[in-house]
């Protein structure tokens, strides 16, 4: 496991957000710290207040910390247009939680030509934003710069999950989990060193036995904390070969143009990148995830969605159509972000193990 305390970062230096569609080369290059919000306690105490209990229940855990004044100080947050649970959160934060700088990033559903140029224009609000909280105009050349430290980041995430793929029981799911945890609330010129050292170290180790014996799991949907569920998976007797998740796999399949305009770049970056299963072009992502089963020798996918999220419940059927054309097998479970009854899923990835080969 790895040292990874953010107690040096202070909370007026973090801007949290919740999305992967947040534009992080932006805060980061406005001198602040993008900060992914993982609330850490599963209790609700609070959160019926706001929201009711048929609504994503990360979005639940989102209220009820921030109704617990947890992110109080916070130089501001960011709430994405990405379903109409983060619209009922945004407005819920912004008429009773005062005190909290929010910005609604909106996020068309195309990545066609004027879909890239609303975004831009979206783009440019959020640097205001950026700029009313921080007192200092944003400079397009620290946005440069920005964007190439991220570019990197994104190059050695890829390698990391290549990596993984040759050796998933030398890199289990737990310290990379840990690892992409830090990615998204550490600054970027930090992790990109550590990620520089852990590859070379991993390289170095590369001697694994017995890999072949265990079953190669690939990972889809909306899991918005895997680490559970990875555990299972790997107590099951399988092993984690991939992921398209927010913040796994998805996180990286882009990079952005360091030379024009830094907001035309980004906007173009972040809208033909893998998609996620709110946007248009789904049938992308659906390539994407056949190429990596390939790629990885991935013998069969789990999917995993967030109760009440329309977004990936509707997504599953068209995805596991193409699944099944290319027989390759696959297992939904609907999950809570603190999921309960473990024996109950550690028994269904059992009998999917068994049926895969």
Do not use: W
């Amino acid at each position: 496991m790895y040292n990874f305390a953010d107690d040096d970062i202070p909370d007026e230096k973090k801007v949290g957000f919740l999305c992967p569609y947040t534009v992080e080369e932006l805060i980061d290059a406005a001198g602040f710290i993008p900060y992914r919000i993982i609330p850490e306690s599963p209790d609700l105490d609070l959160v019926d207040a706001y929201l009711p209990n048929n609504i994503c229940s990360y979005l639940r855990h989102l209220v009820d910390l921030a109704a617990k004044d947890g992110l109080r100080g916070y130089a501001g947050l960011v709430i994405n247009n990405s379903c109409d649970a983060a619209r009922r959160t945004y407005d819920v934060l912004k008429s009773h939680m005062g005190g909290l700088e929010i910005f609604f990033q909106d996020i068309p559903k195309k990545c066609d030509a004027p879909a890239v140029h609303y975004f831009s224009h979206i783009l440019g609000g959020f640097v205001n934003f950026l700029e009313g909280i921080s007192g200092v105009p944003l400079q397009k050349d620290a946005v440069r710069e920005s964007i190439g430290r991220y570019n990197k980041n994104r190059a050695l995430l890829s390698k990391l999950f290549s990596l993984r793929a040759q050796y998933p029981r030398l890199l289990r799911s737990e310290p990379i989990l840990e690892l992409l945890d830090a990615n998204v609330r550490r600054p970027k010129s930090e992790m990109n060193i550590f990620f520089e050292r852990f590859i070379g170290e991993v390289r170095e180790t590369m001697e694994e036995s017995g890999t072949a014996a265990r079953k190669r799991v690939f990972v889809s949907g909306n899991l918005i904390n895997p680490h559970t569920f990875f555990s299972i998976i790997e107590e099951a007797g399988g092993v984690i070969v991939g992921d398209d998740l927010c913040f796994g796999g998805r996180y990286f399949t882009h990079q952005t143009g360091e030379n024009g305009e830094p907001l035309e770049n980004l906007a173009q970056s972040y809208l033909t990148k893998t998609p996620c299963g709110r946007m248009v072009n789904s049938s992308d992502r659906y390539d994407a995830v056949m190429d990596a089963l390939k790629r990885f020798h991935a013998h069969g996918l789990v999917y995993t969605s967030l109760k009440f999220c329309d977004n990936f419940l509707v997504d599953y059927p068209s995805l596991k159509k193409r699944l099944d054309m290319e027989g390759i097998p696959s297992l939904f479970l609907e999950s809570e972000y603190y999921p309960m009854g473990k024996g109950q899923i550690l028994t269904r990835i059992e009998g999917f193990l068994e049926r895969i080969s």
